[in-house]
């Protein structure tokens, strides 16, 4: 994985959770947006979060919408 | 690399030892993982006629083979067990994000035996599994306690945690065990296992990888997918009373045909499961007033209660289990409900709704709310205690329970404050509500032969909120399946959306056809029923959800996910064979431990004998014992006793992996 952190493509993103299941540290959670019209909850870096870019969460993505940027 | 991680945990309750377990590769490539895999364990494991509530009993924790592979909506685990509510094989299955911590902590399945002498939990992580004391969490609700031991265990990963509530402490046959605030594994009496067990969590933060042979492949599939549901949006200008209107066009019509699942996910994801509420009141497919009721009492004035546009209006956000990309459900602001006693509930499922609604006459909205976070936090199933409730009214109504029995607790129809006061003496097991917290069978017992027929169930177990009498594809799933009364296994409706005539070559095609051929009993039906189960057992060895299911393999391709998954290079007449095979094992499990099959036949009401008189299914009765005997044959099984033939055994090749059973 490049050097980053943990970056989602809302156009994407299903919501499924997969990628807050795969970090080992929790740093990413479903957190309710306005992405879409149902206002579902979205994975988003939790605040105060040290995502040290491992990839974890963008391998786990069924559909590649998490990149480490 | 292949989906699955080949180990076990087991974890002897009454000496404290925990140990690991290979699984050979040849059991996952004949069972997969998930239901297939427990079968296998306890099949071997639990000697014959072990008590379920003994020491004997082995409770497991499985999870999917896709389970974290790639593929969507396969986040499902189970538990499995010998069911204490119908003294078979027991299963129940559940969302959330329990499965892939099964396997992040490195295994497919946590099983349990033996009983401790004082309540405890189970941590796992990388470094190892122990047994650590539950005292202080012992007697508090899933919800506080599964809090508690965030709490305490939240270190660097979020643990995933299952738990039981206090009605699987007070050993409620009709217990499960919960898990993400508001999930539960609900039927087969898992919970009450685990109370026996004086198990009171099992605490997961492994963070271990979980691999597959063909990522690239896996998410290929599951990008088709996505962008597919993606497009299936309700458009926000319809309302929910359209569903109404729907559910009469389904039930008036007289012949039925094929349809494109991928409409489930449009419904799904705007409404979740209540998209039912309407449409199964309508329809004929909710059960009313006891199995002896019809629109004609539950009518308008009372089902437009529990619309489900109205219980969508209290959704303040939306939930996904593990890998859902539908995600039906949600968690709903019942602040101003009781007296603010709770702050908000998990969306009351449509099964809860037409339990505690047009099975009850009841039309109070606010109550079903209530009783839904009630039923959470006490571990207890929600079908099966609306239909004892219901079975209450009835006995009430003729006089088997008078008002000293009660506790002065006036049993009438649609009376939602004594149903919340009998709800709350289930849980506690206090008065009335002891003789109840274990489902009707139990109570039917008690109480003596005039109330049984009041008693609605299959081997002992409430059958879920579809009517057998509008699908009796459905009532064969009731009767003749190993884990009876289940909604879940299949029905002529799941059959015609599911299209597993386009990879199965001897399912048969579904065309237009008359909803009355689906009342005679014939080989095609049986087919159909066969290939339900088949399907679902192969589901539930994958993780996979039924309404992934309901999309249609043809959207959600289950079979490409485990080939690509695991490297197999299998057909779907292959997979269907794995299914056939868990299946008999089930019902293998059932017969090992005394259970005579022909004793799951649904109640008569179930069978409409007598049929209703007015309504939509006016007149409609299902030649069940017929139809059982034509599922069981096809199956291989003994037509008229349901014993699975050994030359059926041998062929499944189950002779060979049961060897040294205990």
New interface residues.
């Given amino acids: 994985m490049g050097k980053g952190i943990a970056t989602i493509n809302y156009a994407?993103c299903?919501?499924?959770?997969?990628c807050v299941?795969?970090?080992?540290?929790?740093f990413l959670d479903?957190m309710?947006t306005d992405v879409d019209?149902?206002?579902?909850?979205y994975p988003q870096l939790v605040p105060d979060h040290k995502c040290t870019g491992c990839g974890?969460c963008a391998?786990?993505?069924?559909?590649?919408c998490v990149t480490i940027q | 690399m292949l989906g699955y991680t080949g180990k076990i945990l087991n974890v002897n309750l009454t000496s404290g030892e925990i140990k690991e377990e290979v699984i050979p590769d040849r059991v996952y490539e004949m069972l997969l993982s998930g239901v297939g895999l427990g079968a296998y364990v306890l099949y071997k494991r639990i000697p014959a006629g072990a008590d379920p509530l003994g020491t004997d009993n082995v409770l497991g924790f499985v999870s999917g083979l896709l389970t974290?592979t790639?593929?969507?909506i396969t986040g499902r685990w189970m538990v499995v067990c010998r069911s204490p509510l119908t003294g078979g094989w027991g299963d129940s299955n559940c969302g959330g994000?329990f499965s892939?911590?099964i396997k992040?902590c490195g295994y497919d399945g946590i099983f349990f035996s033996g009983i401790s002498k004082e309540p405890v939990y189970l941590y796992v992580d990388n470094r190892g599994a122990e047994l650590r004391p539950a005292a202080h969490v012992w007697g508090m609700d899933a919800v506080e306690a599964e809090q508690a031991l965030e709490k305490e265990n939240?270190k660097?990963?979020?643990p995933s945690i299952a738990v039981i509530g206090t009605a699987a402490e007070k050993i409620s046959l009709i217990s499960g065990i919960c898990n993400d605030g508001g999930r539960i594994a609900a039927r087969s009496g898992g919970g009450a296992v685990m109370g026996s067990k004086r198990l009171k969590a099992v605490v997961l933060a492994g963070?271990k990888?979980?691999t597959c042979h063909d990522?690239e492949k896996?998410?290929e599939i599951?990008?088709e997918l996505?962008v597919k549901?993606?497009k299936q949006?309700m458009p926000?200008f319809v309302p929910g009373s359209i569903l109404a209107f729907g559910g009469s066009m389904l039930g008036g019509m007289k012949r039925a045909a094929p349809m494109d699942g991928i409409l489930v996910g449009m419904l799904m994801?705007?409404w979740g499961t209540p998209m039912n509420n309407l449409m199964g009141a309508t329809s004929g497919d909710s059960p009313l007033k006891n199995w002896g009721g019809s629109v004609v009492d539950y009518n308008k004035s009372y089902y437009k209660n529990i619309d489900a546009d109205r219980i969508i209006k209290r959704e303040t956000?939306?939930?996904?289990?593990?890998?859902?990309?539908l995600?039906c459900g949600g968690v709903c602001d019942i602040k101003d409900i009781a007296n603010g006693e709770f702050s908000h509930t998990h969306k009351p499922e449509y099964e809860t709704c037409a339990a505690f609604g047009g099975l009850l006459m009841n039309k109070d909205l606010n109550s079903i709310f209530y009783i839904n976070e009630l039923l959470n936090r006490a571990g207890m199933d929600s079908i099966s205690a609306g239909g004892t409730v219901a079975f209450a009214i009835e006995c009430y109504e003729n006089g088997i329970l008078t008002p000293e029995m009660t506790g002065g607790l006036e049993l009438t129809w649609g009376n939602a404050p004594a149903i919340i006061a009998l709800i709350k003496k289930m849980i506690a097991r206090e008065g009335i509500g002891d003789l109840l917290a274990d489902g009707v069978k139990v109570a039917a017992a008690k109480l003596g032969i005039p109330s049984s027929e009041y008693a609605v169930h299959a081997g002992g177990q409430e059958p879920g909120m579809h009517d057998s009498r509008m699908d009796p594809v459905l009532g064969v799933h009731f009767s003749a399946d190993p884990t009876p009364g289940r909604h879940t296994i299949g029905s002529g409706q799941y059959y015609d959306i599911m299209h597993l005539w386009e990879q199965v070559s001897w399912a048969p095609v579904s065309g237009s056809y008359l909803k009355a051929d689906e009342f005679i009993p014939s080989e095609k039906v049986a087919l159909k029923t066969v290939a339900n189960s088949c399907y679902k057992e192969v589901a539930d060895g994958s993780g996979g959800c039924l309404f992934a299911m309901t999309l249609g393999i043809n959207h959600w391709k289950l079979f490409d996910w485990l080939n690509a998954a695991t490297g197999w290079n299998k057909s779907g007449d292959e997979y269907m064979e794995i299914g056939k095979r868990i299946q008999t094992l089930r019902q293998m499990f059932a017969v090992k431990h005394g259970v005579d099959p022909r004793s799951f036949r649904m109640s008569k009401r179930m069978a409409g004998e007598p049929p209703l008189t007015e309504g939509l299914l006016k007149g409609n009765s299902v030649r069940i014992d017929e139809m059982m005997e034509l599922h069981w044959k096809m199956y291989g099984w003994d037509e008229k006793t349901g014993l699975p033939l050994p030359e059926t055994i041998s062929q499944l090749h189950l002779d060979e992996i049961t060897q040294g059973a205990a």
């Fill in positions: 994407e299903m919501a499924c959770g997969c299941q795969a970090c080992p540290f929790s479903l309710k019209v149902y206002h579902k909850n974890l391998t786990a993505c069924p559909v590649d | 974290g790639g593929s969507v994000t892939p911590a992040q939240w660097r990963k979020k963070t990888s979980i990522p896996m998410k599951s990008k996505a549901i993606r949006n926000g994801k705007r956000k939306k939930y996904h289990c593990y890998s859902c990309i995600g």
